[in-house]
């Protein structure tokens, strides 16, 4: 069997569907991933979500793929059973689906309950909630507002689909860089401090920063 | 019960093979078995600083391509027993190497060894992600200034995408007269940003530089400061509580004598 048989990858909304040459063994499998993933060919990026429909592999394979995944940087989770329906409610079912879905991920907020160090980015439609720090080099970028528990030392962007009425709250708001809608503020060469959590938001054409309690 | 640690720190020349050598020196004065594994193939140093070049048989790729038995490759340091080095070629280069084979060697030195400490390359690339792959946790050495903090964020970021959970710090090269003045960084500004438990605070001392050339590592000397605050380190590691070291007050005559070059 040629090797490329043994697992398939087709693109989907989300990512990659993964799935498999019927009698196939796990190890030829996972022999057959990690050699993709070694190869270097840029084929899987990092931050590619790859999806496999549920029940196909043991918990423990799968577990096991899952490491091996996430050692390079790539997302690897279970897709939701497709229900089967009649085809023509399907296509307007997936539409309006498709349409809640986007509603509430805007709606919802990212919940980022860890340090972002530098280098580590969050890319989202939706708010961001950090509880932890924002170091030197991380990026958040979020179609919403963002709300950080702690000191902010990176770049982030706010409404930075076009929602000037986003703001960025945090504890300590010392950015090299605020960014909010197509507003940019960069931080002052001599650097400011204050005790209070700090808010920026657009008022006026331009970005301002004021004291808030919380 | 044995320990593989990685020292590691993202950004070169702030003392990570200094360090592997001084606790692998330090932990071998207490009598613990310890074999140092040098991972920079190609730019391999560790084996100058323990004053062990001229003994090298094989090398780290020889054992890990299976042509010789690890204990071939060991080389036994000339003042302590229990200390051990397996040192690295120097001709090939990183991709020489891959995760599962370390893996595999270290499971085969914990046999035989209480530590096992993995000098890792500078970087990011495969050489970092080699040498973080067997350990059991990391530690990360920075410097007070800017740029090595800055690396020693991401590492430790990357590190966290590893699943290397257990972190833990050391700053070297601290100078206190310049910390005191507010010219350099000083710990807190360090914890601030970098949030991790530190065990250890070196302080900058010229005896490292010539202890350094002379192949015997600073913490077998009993009058230097940066060697005591590794004897503390190896210490922290051994599970003691050890306060850290306050740095005295330059007086007005040690003044005098330093600008006088006495």
Request: hydrophobic share 40%.
């Amino acid at each position: 069997m040629m090797s490329e048989d043994i697992v398939k990858l087709k693109g989907t909304k989300t990512g990659l569907q993964i799935s498999f040459a019927p009698g196939v063994t796990f190890q030829a499998i996972e022999k057959n991933i990690k050699r993709k993933l070694e190869s270097g060919s840029g084929f899987f990026m990092r931050g590619t979500v790859v999806e496999i429909a549920p029940n196909l592999l043991r918990h423990a394979d799968w577990e096991r793929l899952r490491v091996l995944f996430r050692r390079h940087g790539i997302v690897f989770r279970m897709s939701k059973p497709s229900v089967d329906k009649p085809a023509d409610s399907l296509l307007e079912e997936a539409a309006k689906k498709k349409k809640k879905a986007r509603e509430r991920e805007v709606e919802q907020m990212v919940v980022v309950d860890r340090t972002l160090r530098g280098g580590q980015e969050i890319r989202t439609e939706s708010s961001v909630l950090v509880c932890g720090n924002v170091n030197p080099g991380a990026q958040i970028i979020a179609g919403g507002s963002i709300d950080i528990r702690g000191t902010c030392r990176g770049l982030v962007h706010a409404g930075a689909f076009g929602n000037s009425k986003a703001f960025i709250i945090a504890d300590r708001l010392m950015p090299m860089q605020i960014r909010i809608a197509n507003f940019i503020a960069r931080s002052p060469d001599q650097p400011e401090t204050s005790d209070k959590a700090e808010r920026a938001s657009i008022k006026d054409g331009q970005i301002v920063i004021e004291p808030i309690e919380r | 019960m044995s320990e593989v640690i990685v020292i590691t720190s993202g950004k070169g020349g702030v003392g990570k093979t200094t360090t592997t050598a001084n606790l692998g020196v330090g932990l071998a004065m207490r009598g613990k078995k310890v074999v140092l594994v040098d991972t920079d193939t190609g730019l391999r140093n560790l084996d100058l600083l323990l004053g062990l070049e001229n003994r090298i048989m094989y090398d780290l790729i020889d054992v890990t391509e299976g042509r010789v038995h690890f204990k071939k490759a060991l080389v036994r340091h000339k003042k302590y027993e229990s200390l051990f080095l397996l040192p690295t070629s120097q001709v090939k280069d990183k991709s020489a190497v891959n995760p599962e084979q370390l893996v595999r060697l270290c499971n085969d030195l914990r046999q035989e060894f209480d530590y096992v400490l993995i000098d890792c390359p500078a970087g990011i690339e495969q050489g970092f992600q080699t040498a973080i792959a067997a350990a059991d946790w990391a530690l990360v050495v920075t410097m007070p200034e800017i740029s090595a903090v800055r690396d020693a964020d991401k590492i430790i970021g990357e590190l966290g995408r590893a699943d290397k959970e257990n972190i833990k710090l050391v700053v070297n090269r601290i100078r206190p007269q310049m910390v005191e003045k507010g010219d350099m960084l000083d710990m807190d500004d360090i914890n601030d940003i970098l949030s991790i438990e530190c065990i250890g605070q070196i302080p900058d001392d010229e005896k490292v530089v010539t202890s350094t050339n002379r192949g015997e590592p600073v913490i077998s000397l009993d009058d230097s400061q940066a060697g005591q605050a590794y004897r503390n380190v190896v210490g922290r590691i051994c599970g003691e509580d050890i306060p850290f070291m306050t740095f005295p007050k330059e007086s007005f005559f040690q003044r005098l004598r330093h600008a006088l070059g006495m």
